[in-house]
């Protein structure tokens, strides 16, 4: 802008040419992109993070060659009726080739209209929801008492998160011993105190609440970890500053510390059960399943047509996989559509 003094005494302003802006073809301004012929976004975005793909091509590359072949067979394997019996096999020097047939969807109907089906889902439904919901609580719980300072924090964080670090089948095989039900420490203290002793691995009952027990103690550390981190972000001077107002340590867990954990708290739920849906380990290594089928969820089930029937029926066993499949991918759906209405980012 250009001020003018007038002779009045007035200041008038004249707006001046911009000259940082050259005109469109104009020699020195670069030659002009035609409409139309403007680079794709894919080629874009490769010519400019060319380095990123080439990194990320042999990771993508090992996923689909480990996950996504065997994703692919058992899809097509679920629409036939492969078992022990008709699939290619060696024997010596000879190969039988493969002779089951492609059935459709007889398999999936065979599934959804048997109650073993149903029965298994519900108590994989029970199993998750509590797993979970127990997990959740407990962790909560311990991450606060450890965000506060005191004597030995360090150490009791160490030992809070030890479940984590040891292998899963070491730490069944441990409560598998303490429910042991002549010589195991749990009924010896029980009758050490006059009190009969629990079938805790061969009641149907006791069974459920043990391997819920003991998938809680191997899911706790988690939580803990990540609820832990999510309370170190949030500012200490929010509570300093609801404490002068008079809030009660009730209003400041609700309103400061609920809020503030969130994010955090929802993927990690999600994580939780995706992976207690599929926990296969705790069921099967501490109850396999029993008794009488009582503890099997969905994916113990599957593992049994595939690998303990007999003959082993791989069909029914893929079937009851993409069945699985199917029921996260939903569950995951509708989780992130809920936290979208909620105002999460996700």
Known sequence: MADAATPGGTAA?????????????????????????APGRLRRKLTEYWYAWAMVAPVVLVIGVIIGWPLVRGVYLSFTDADE???????????????????????????????????????TVV???????????????????????????????????????????????AWRMLYNERNGMLNSLLEGRGIDGIAWLS??????????????????????V????????????????????????????????????????????????IWTFNMFPVIFLLTRGGPAGSTDILVTEAFRLAFVSSPRDFANSAAWGVLILLLLVLFAMSYRRALRKQGEVW
């Open 127 to 173: 199993w998750t929801v509590a797993c979970v919901a127990i997990t959740f609580v407990i962790g909560l719980g311990l991450a606060n008492m450890l965000n506060r300072s005191f004597r030995g924090r360090a150490v009791y964080r160490m030992a809070l998160i030890l479940p984590w670090a040891i292998p899963a089948f070491v730490s069944v095989f």
């Open 226 to 273: 990540a609820i832990l981190g999510a309370l170190q972000s949030i500012p200490g001077e929010q509570y300093e500053a609801a404490e002068m107002d008079g809030a009660n340590p009730w209003q400041r867990f609700r309103n400061i510390t609920l809020p503030g954990i969130s994010s955090v708290a929802m993927t990690v739920v999600l994580l939780s059960t």
């Open 85 to 123: 019996a008709n699939v290619e096999r060696t024997i010596g020097v000879n190969t039988i080739p493969a002779t089951y047939e492609f059935v459709g969807l007889d398999n999936y109907a065979d599934i959804l209209g048997d109650g073993a089906f149903w029965d298994r889902l519900g108590w």
């Open 13 to 37: 302003t004249t707006a001046a040419p911009r000259e940082d802006r050259p005109a469109a073809g104009a020699a020195g301004g670069g030659r002009a992109r035609r409409p139309g012929r």
């Open 203 to 224: 009641d149907p009952t006791w069974a459920k609440v043990a391997v819920i027990a003991t998938n809680v103690w191997l899911g706790v550390p988690f939580m803990l």
